[in-house]
């Protein structure tokens, strides 16, 4: 595709049940991160892949986060035992480059009652 | 981690005013970005400096760098309602783990 997608747009989950949050990145691009924002807030680093190296998972904030990037391009991050203050906008970015510009996805709003 | 503090955090001007917002960094960069979100989604970069850069343009945007007070500037002349958002910098340097600051939300009001 021509950018970022990201699915669901919207969702709405009950405390306590996993969520699986998916993100398309650009076709080719090596770096791919995942944010979150809560409402009015600057965004939060989660998690940074580049290439085949390991992840930098030092911006998830519990165990209950993880994700994983198949293949080099789809990623999927996904919320164990989701709490209410785990309710966010979550964003996907993908770059082409280490320190390139990053090219965000549309986010997914997440919703934990 | 390498986090951007945007200043002012609100600004309301008329349209066609100018538009100035500041950005400040605690260390070196390799680039330094702007980004755009409208609405509290997906963020649309706006404009790419390089540390060896002083000044770049581009349409109505203006963003000058000054690494010897690691300071940026984002002008946006002539604004209009559309440039109602909220503005964001990110300083690109040693590390993964990258922060955004919490914008700037601007008011263009027509």
């Known amino acids: 595709g021509a950018g970022v997608s990201q699915s669901p747009s919207n969702k709405v989950t009950e405390k306590g049940k996993d969520v699986e949050l998916r993100c398309d990145p650009i076709?080719?691009?090596?770096?791919l991160y995942w944010y979150r924002q809560s409402l009015g807030q600057g965004l939060e680093f989660l998690i940074y892949f580049q290439g085949n190296s390991a992840p930098d998972k030092s911006g998830l904030p519990s165990d209950r986060f993880s994700a994983e990037r198949t293949g080099g391009s789809v990623s999927t991050l996904t919320i164990q035992r989701t709490q209410q203050e785990d309710s966010a906008v979550y964003l996907c970015?993908?770059?082409?480059?280490?320190?390139?510009?990053?090219?965000f996805g549309p986010g997914t709003r997440l919703t934990v009652l | 981690s390498q986090q951007g503090e945007e200043d002012p955090q609100a600004l309301s001007i008329q349209e066609g005013e100018n538009a100035t917002m500041n950005c400040s960094y605690k260390?070196?960069?390799?680039?330094l970005q702007w980004y755009r979100q409208n609405s509290g989604r997906g963020l649309v970069h706006l404009i790419l400096?390089?540390?060896?850069?002083r000044e770049k343009h581009s349409g109505r945007l203006r963003v000058t760098l000054d690494t010897s007070k690691k300071s940026s500037s984002l002008l946006i002349t002539a604004s209009r309602a559309a440039d109602t958002a909220s503005y964001f910098c990110a300083p690109r340097g040693a590390g993964n783990m990258l922060t955004f600051g919490g914008g700037t939300r601007l008011m263009v009001k027509p």
């Open positions: 400096i390089r540390s060896n850069e």
């Open positions: 260390t070196s960069i390799n680039n």
């Open positions: 076709s080719g691009h090596t770096a």
């Open positions: 970015a993908s770059s082409s480059e280490r320190w390139g510009t990053q090219y």
